[in-house]
DNA sequence: ATGGTCGTGGGACGA
């Protein structure tokens, strides 16, 4: 079973980039982030059309997630939980069913800049939430999985230029310790797992021809549970998906799961 | 050092 995340950034100009993609990567499942759009708005017959069952969980305007699967999407979620008083639709669950049962959560951490300052607290606390739920879900033993755009670059080497990042949310101590004390809780980054050393990023700025420069960040993950780590049988980034014509600012990253 | 680019919705604001 093949499964990604790809941070669309807006399903209305993406749909068609989305399709392709679709097309080419044949995810069995894809859990896309940053759709700005209603629930009501999300152009799901087209991904229908492709054989694709469609989660939502939008907003107006910001954030929004979503699940495509060409499998049955079983006891959806939506939410984070934690904090019944966040509207902001960050978190999507389901479970789906190849040859066995697998959870897959998809999220969209927020981004916290400017730091500090209340982005970076109520990012902060999406990490604490985060965790209690990675806790809860390893509890589970079953085959699990959370991936989405963790707006965490865990690592100077997911940097093209750390130096540039040190005072970013997305780069802070605080941050990265917040990430590290979610993995060491017994998760598999799926990514690093398999492919070490710098050059392996998901995300590229739109300004300042950061594409062009390769100036890069690695921050789109794979978080897998044990049972599901046991059956992980490859990783990998489309990088050359940000060269295309109207592409999104990140790019697809999956894992191959035996199940 | 500064400013640079997108998407949404039809304003600013978020990234």
């Known amino acids: 079973m093949k499964i990604a995340t790809f941070n669309i950034n807006g399903i209305k ?98 981004n916290g800049n400017p730091a500090p300052g209340p982005k970076y607290d109520y990012k902060l606390a999406w990490m604490e939430r985060l965790h209690a739920r990675a806790e809860a879900l390893l509890a589970e033993e079953m085959p699990a999985l959370m991936a989405g755009d963790y707006n965490v670059i865990p690592q100077p080497e997911d940097a093209a230029h750390p130096e540039k990042w040190a005072d970013d949310a997305l780069f802070r101590p605080e941050t990265r310790a917040a990430w590290r004390r979610i993995v060491n809780l017994g998760f598999t980054e799926a990514f690093r797992a398999r492919v070490q050393g710098p050059g392996h990023y998901s995300f590229w700025d739109y300004q300042a021809g950061a594409w062009r420069r390769n100036d890069g960040i690695r921050i789109d993950h794979f978080l897998l549970t044990p049972q599901a780590a046991d059956l992980m049988t490859g990783c990998g980034i489309d990088a050359e998906v940000r060269g295309r014509e109207k592409p999104s600012d990140h790019v697809p990253v999956w894992v191959e799961l035996d199940a």
């Not at 894809?30 to 759009?37: D, M, R």
């Not at 305007?61 to 509207?87: H, W």
């Open 13 to 110: 100009a993406r749909a068609q980039a989305l399709l392709d993609w679709l097309d080419e990567a044949a995810p069995d499942v894809a859990l896309l982030q940053e759709i700005k759009s209603v629930d009501e708005a999300f152009p799901r017959e087209v991904f229908e059309d492709r054989g694709y069952n469609v989660e939502t969980h939008g907003q107006k305007g910001f954030n929004g997630v979503a699940i495509l699967s060409k499998l049955p999407l079983e006891d959806v979620t939506r939410g984070l939980p934690g904090d019944d008083g966040d509207d902001q639709a960050r978190w999507i669950e389901a479970t789906v069913t190849g040859s066995r049962a697998l959870r897959v959560c998809g999220l969209y951490l927020p």
